[in-house]
Nanobody, 125 residues
Framework: VQLQASGGGLVQAGGSLRLACKAS????????TGWFRQAPGKTREFVAA????????FYPDSVKGRFTISRDKAENTVYLEIKNLVPEDTATYSC???????????????????WGQGTLVTVSS
């Protein structure tokens, strides 16, 4: 499985952004897809996950209401929409794929087998 993240950029606070994670290869092996972010000097943080059908989504409390994850199965793409961006959202956002059932829906990084490169989101105040 290969993952390609895109959609990052410079956005003003209060704006919105939609990130995309396109999967290729053995996509039928994917149980769930997650998004993580890492700000400079900080640890990686789980922000959203979606199951293979796209019907179940998972978020930590810290982003509920502003982050929306969705899956386009036909395009093998998972999207992460972020609304009301704040400077604290500035980070490199990466997507990852879990290929077995387990605790991936809790955002446990070790549950994700494949990782894409990150896309940088910068929020200006």
């Amino acid at each position: 499985v290969q993952l390609q993240a895109s959609g990052g950029g410079l956005v003003q606070a209060g704006g919105s952004l939609r990130l995309a994670c396109k999967a290729s290869g053995r996509t039928f092996d994917i149980y769930g897809t997650g998004w993580f972010r890492q700000a400079p000097g900080k640890t990686r943080e789980f922000v959203a996950a979606v199951n293979r059908s796209g019907h179940s989504t998972f978020y930590p409390d810290s982003v509920k209401g502003r982050f929306t994850i969705s899956r386009d199965k036909a395009e093998n793409t998972v999207y992460l929409e972020i609304k009301n961006l704040v400077p604290e959202d500035t980070a490199t956002y990466s997507c990852a794929a879990a290929i077995r059932s387990g605790r991936w829906y809790l955002g446990v990084p070790s549950e994700f087998r494949f990782w894409g490169q990150g896309t940088l989101v910068t929020v200006s105040s």
